[in-house]
């Protein structure tokens, strides 16, 4: 979004810029043929016309002073403003890179609970069956007992 958004002011930026620059075109190709801001220099150079004439040029050639500063500053804040996006594409790059890795990281740790987890459970089987063992070898002893002390039963023995 903030990205788009810098986009927008890059492109009304160039755009301003373009409109500067064909105005600045269009002041010079006005000031360079006499008479074609609609009145025709006059013939007679009088002090007076020269003073106007010459307030007119000083006019113009602040505007187009002022224009030349404006068109320098624009482009200047294109750059800046390009400088700025790829600066910011490179963070959000950089960000990305380290989220993708901690998701490894992560999902190397959930593995290594997994493996945990199973060996508890294969260990704790493990347990279980060596005491189902144990009561097996008590009750087989207890028959074995019950054996000796009646002999006559010896074919239920064996």
Do not use: W
């Amino acid at each position: 979004m903030r990205k788009q958004h810098l986009q927008c002011t890059i492109q009304a930026l160039q755009d301003e810029l373009r409109i500067q620059r064909d105005l600045n075109q269009l002041f010079q190709g006005d000031y360079s043929e006499p008479g074609r801001l609609g009145n025709p220099l006059p013939q007679e150079m009088t002090k007076e016309n020269f003073m106007r004439v010459h307030g007119e040029y000083e006019r113009q050639a602040k505007e187009l002073y002022l224009l030349r500063k404006t068109l320098e500053e624009m482009e200047l804040r294109i750059d800046t403003q390009k400088h700025t996006l790829t600066a910011r594409d490179e963070s959000i790059k950089k960000l990305l890179e380290m989220l993708q890795s901690k998701g490894l990281s992560a999902r190397q740790t959930e593995e290594d609970h997994e493996r945990t987890r199973r060996l508890a459970d294969a260990e704790m089987t493990i347990h279980q069956l060596e005491g189902l063992l144990e009561q097996r070898d008590t009750e087989m002893l207890q028959l074995r007992e019950v054996c000796v002390c009646f002999p006559q039963d010896q074919d239920f023995c064996n």
